[in-house]
């Protein structure tokens, strides 16, 4: 009902587990990880706990739709159910084949010869069982015994995820589940998001919901929700939705914390927590998130989309791979201006922007910005032309180019531009130098380098003048246009990513045996892709297994590579 008041294209606080709307913070992020780091083990029990709310379920179906092509997954939503039932619904999800009352005298045999043709074909069998701590002694003992069903003596044929509440980890210290216990190779627990990623949390589902202005929420109304929810998620979504609803009721298009203490009596009763004295003193808390990092004005990068440019073309992994970039955001000074998120880029799609509302009264004084004019040496300095600053960029690589189509030049060394629209974040994740485009008010271009990043703001250059700006006035002349340069590993040929999966191998396994040395497989081939979308979900970017110029970059700057690097202070 009100959608429309605030501007929205959809409900923003559905309690349903929707993936679009699944906010990576640093905890979720881990949590993918370590779901695809034991997924390598192939075999044994991956374990996911999570307080009530905290997101567990919604983590799973994204890590769902990440999966590699190969995998047969059987979805277990009912825990309650016995052995008979559970090893039927394996059967209906997997598409056992059956004969005629084969199912029904020995599952177990019917299930086994159909993993052994899965495995034939290259595939491999996931179970998954949500609300596991509801699971009886008996089928979590089933569940151990279908783990022992192996190909080899060391190549097991299913593996399962369970994903249940804190107390799962208490059932598996029981005695009678030791067995299982020792079988699980991976296990990570999700926390209730901290007082500082709330805010985050708010701004990215409204962001995803069609929001383009500032916030409804002000800074005490994002603290009050807090603490009254404790940063679970699902308790956040209830209050949040309500605190809209009370708003828009009352005509208000601000939310402040008596709203929200209207909202909570309804949903939470009237004993909603008062705000004491401790936590009254850690109010400023939230506040930190803003010096980590983003746009100035509250304008930030919850999904980016990075496209690349090689020779005036799209690579073919232009709509497989995207930055998965936290929702990061910069010092806002109280009168600082919320601006819309920049349009899409052609052929490719930019997510919303995230914004933030301005700090409360009562948050630390920010030193005045610099006058309007501190910009003015820059735009003096500065070329409009790309392909002019892009050649003095390509000097860090040590390459020097002349006059024409700089990213054609540079190509022929074997370096590719790479552009990207959005925010800070995807920036920070990069971590690398490039062009950014200002543009002043007055109609003025300049195309500066991005050198670094600190507390105090962003480090450009122009020839030999180098200064920094702070963070809320590069917001007022920058609209997100990021370019940068790659230095592309022996075997790469660009738009033809498929085409050189094998030619890159060499170069990939040494690469990735500089991050974490693996173990000799029999399936080099497949253990490589699988590898690269492991190393995909742990740098935050869409895993595919591809290697594409984003996972490259990554790959070059996680292993140690000696190239030009952001400096970030």
Same mark, same amino acid.
């Given at each position: 009902?009100?959608?429309?008041?605030?501007?929205?294209?959809? %409900?923003?606080?559905?309690?349903?587990?929707?993936?679009?709307?699944?906010?990576?913070?640093?905890?979720?992020?881990?949590?993918?990880?370590?779901?695809?780091?034991?997924?390598?083990?192939?075999?044994?029990?991956?374990?996911?706990?999570? %307080?009530?709310?905290?997101?567990?379920?919604?983590?799973?179906?994204?890590?769902?739709?990440?999966?590699?092509?190969?995998?047969?997954?059987?979805?277990?939503?009912?825990?309650?159910?016995?052995?008979?039932?559970?090893?039927?619904?394996?059967?209906?999800?997997?598409?056992?084949?059956?004969?005629?009352?084969?199912?029904?005298?020995?599952?177990?045999?019917?299930? =086994?010869?159909?993993?052994?043709?899965? =495995?034939?074909?290259?595939?491999?069998?996931?179970?998954?069982?949500?609300?596991?701590?509801?699971?009886?002694?008996?089928?979590?003992?089933?569940?151990?015994?279908?783990?022992?069903? #192996?190909?080899?003596?060391?190549?097991?044929?299913?593996?399962?995820?369970? *994903?249940?509440?804190?107390?799962?980890?208490?059932?598996?210290?029981?005695?009678? +589940? %030791?067995?299982?216990?020792?079988?699980?190779?991976?296990?990570?627990?999700?926390?209730?998001?901290?007082?500082?990623?709330?805010?985050?949390?708010?701004?990215?589902?409204?962001?995803?919901?069609?929001?383009?202005?500032?916030?409804?929420?002000?800074?005490?109304?994002?603290?009050?929700? =807090? =603490?009254?929810?404790?940063?679970?998620?699902?308790?956040?979504?209830?209050?949040?939705?309500?605190?809209?609803?009370?708003?828009?009721?009352?005509?208000?298009?601000?939310?402040?914390?008596? *709203?929200?203490?209207?909202?909570?009596?309804?949903?939470? @009763?009237?004993?909603?927590?008062?705000?004491?004295?401790?936590?009254? $003193?850690?109010?400023?808390?939230?506040?930190?998130?803003?010096?980590?990092?983003?746009?100035?004005?509250?304008? /930030?990068?919850?999904?980016?989309?990075?496209?690349?440019?090689?020779?005036?073309?799209?690579?073919?992994? %232009?709509?497989?791979?995207?930055? #998965?970039?936290?929702?990061?955001?910069?010092?806002?000074?109280?009168?600082?201006?919320?601006?819309?998120?920049?349009?899409?880029?052609?052929?490719?799609?930019?997510?919303?922007?995230?914004?933030?509302?301005?700090?409360?009264?009562?948050?630390?004084?920010?030193? $005045?910005?610099?006058?309007?004019?501190?910009?003015?040496?820059?735009?003096?300095?500065?070329?409009?032309?790309?392909?002019?600053? +892009?050649?003095?960029?390509?000097?860090?690589?040590?390459?020097?180019?002349?006059? @024409?189509?700089?990213?054609? +030049?540079?190509?022929?060394?074997?370096?590719?531009?790479?552009?990207?629209?959005?925010?800070?974040?995807?920036?920070?994740?990069? @971590?690398?130098?490039? *062009?950014?485009? /200002?543009?002043?008010?007055?109609?003025?271009?300049?195309?500066?380098?991005?050198?670094?990043?600190?507390?105090?703001?962003?480090?450009?250059?122009?020839?030999?003048?180098?200064?920094?700006?702070?963070?809320?006035? /590069?917001?007022?002349?920058?609209?997100?246009?990021?370019?940068?340069?790659?230095?592309?590993?022996?075997?790469?040929?660009?738009?033809?990513?498929?085409?050189?999966?094998?030619? /890159?191998?060499?170069?990939?396994?040494?690469?990735?045996?500089?991050?974490?040395?693996?173990?000799?497989?029999?399936?080099?081939?497949?253990?490589?892709?699988?590898?690269?979308?492991?190393?995909?979900?742990?740098? @935050?970017?869409?895993?595919?297994?591809?290697?594409?110029?984003?996972?490259?970059?990554?790959?070059?700057?996680?292993?140690?590579?000696?190239?030009?690097?952001?400096?970030?202070?």
């Amino acid at each position: 009902m009100y959608e429309s008041f605030f501007g929205l294209k959809t %409900e923003p606080f559905s309690v349903a587990p929707d993936p679009r709307f699944l906010y990576l913070s640093q905890q979720h992020r881990d949590a993918l990880s370590h779901l695809a780091n034991g997924l390598r083990h192939a075999g044994g029990f991956v374990l996911l706990t999570g %307080e009530v709310g905290a997101g567990k379920t919604t983590v799973w179906r994204r890590f769902l739709e990440q999966l590699p092509w190969n995998f047969d997954v059987a979805y277990v939503v009912n825990p309650k159910l016995g052995v008979d039932a559970l090893l039927a619904r394996i059967c209906s999800d997997l598409h056992v084949e059956q004969t005629e009352g084969a199912a029904a005298k020995d599952p177990i045999d019917a299930i =086994h010869g159909h993993l052994l043709l899965a =495995h034939a074909r290259g595939r491999r069998t996931l179970i998954v069982v949500d609300e596991a701590q509801a699971l009886s002694l008996e089928v979590m003992e089933q569940l151990r015994l279908l783990t022992n069903l #192996v190909v080899t003596t060391e190549r097991k044929l299913v593996q399962v995820l369970l *994903i249940g509440q804190p107390e799962l980890r208490t059932m598996l210290e029981q005695p009678a +589940l %030791e067995p299982l216990a020792q079988r699980v190779v991976a296990r990570f627990h999700l926390p209730a998001l901290p007082e500082s990623e709330t805010a985050h949390y708010i701004a990215h589902r409204l962001t995803v919901a069609g929001l383009l202005g500032e916030l409804p929420f002000d800074a005490e109304a994002m603290q009050r929700i =807090h =603490h009254i929810c404790r940063g679970v998620p699902r308790r956040i979504n209830v209050l949040c939705d309500r605190a809209l609803v009370v708003a828009c009721t009352a005509g208000s298009r601000r939310v402040d914390r008596s *709203i929200v203490d209207r909202a909570a009596a309804d949903v939470f @009763g009237p004993a909603t927590p008062a705000v004491t004295p401790a936590a009254a $003193a850690s109010a400023p808390a939230w506040r930190a998130w803003l010096a980590a990092g983003g746009v100035a004005g509250g304008v /930030l990068a919850a999904w980016v989309v990075l496209t690349p440019l090689v020779l005036g073309g799209r690579s073919a992994s %232009e709509t497989s791979e995207r930055g #998965v970039a936290s929702v990061v955001a910069a010092p806002v000074p109280a009168a600082a201006a919320v601006r819309p998120p920049p349009p899409p880029v052609a052929g490719g799609a930019v997510s919303s922007a995230v914004v933030a509302s301005a700090p409360a009264a009562t948050a630390p004084v920010t030193p $005045a910005p610099p006058p309007a004019d501190a910009l003015d040496p820059v735009f003096a300095a500065a070329p409009s032309d790309e392909a002019a600053a +892009l050649r003095a960029l390509a000097g860090l690589w040590g390459a020097s180019l002349g006059p @024409g189509d700089a990213c054609e +030049l540079a190509a022929k060394r074997a370096l590719y531009c790479y552009r990207s629209r959005g925010g800070l974040a995807p920036i920070r994740q990069l @971590g690398r130098p490039g *062009i950014v485009k /200002l543009q002043d008010q007055s109609g003025r271009v300049a195309q500066v380098q991005l050198r670094g990043l600190s507390e105090e703001g962003a480090i450009l250059r122009v020839g030999n003048l180098q200064t920094t700006v702070p963070l809320n006035q /590069l917001a007022q002349v920058w609209r997100g246009e990021f370019t940068t340069l790659w230095r592309a590993p022996p075997g790469y040929r660009a738009g033809d990513l498929a085409g050189t999966e094998i030619a /890159l191998a060499p170069w990939l396994r040494e690469r990735l045996d500089a991050i974490e040395p693996a173990a000799a497989t029999p399936d080099r081939n497949q253990d490589l892709k699988a590898r690269v979308f492991a190393f995909q979900l742990a740098q @935050g970017l869409q895993p595919d297994g591809l290697a594409g110029p984003l996972t490259l970059m990554q790959l070059n700057r996680a292993s140690g590579v000696e190239e030009p690097r952001l400096v970030v202070r």
